[in-house]
């Protein structure tokens, strides 16, 4: 079923970018290797093995900040609940 959806969303993106498909999937391939790079880095960031300047280098201060703010605000989350067990 999905490979049917997949095939009319390439059908679309053809026919409305008017570009071939082989220029569509290429640049759906990049976009699909970035988003899988910057989930790869977040996650190994946040594990301790990929250092915060190469976060910062690779998807800027606004993101680092982010992805920082997120970590902070869940240890206090989970500080907090652990408190009242």
Not at 13 to 25: G, I, K, M, P
Not at 45 to 54: A, D, I, K
Not at 69 to 76: E, G, V
């Amino acid at each position: 079923m999905k490979d049917v959806k997949l095939a009319e969303h390439l059908e679309f993106l053809v026919s409305h970018r008017d570009q071939d498909e082989a220029t569509v999937l290429a640049q759906a391939l990049r976009r699909g290797i970035d988003a899988l790079y910057e989930d790869t880095l977040v996650e190994e960031f946040l594990l301790g093995r990929v250092s915060r300047e190469t976060v910062f280098r690779d998807l800027g201060s606004e993101r680092l900040n982010e992805i920082e703010y997120q970590r902070d605000a869940l240890r206090r989350e989970v500080g907090w609940g652990l408190k009242g067990a």
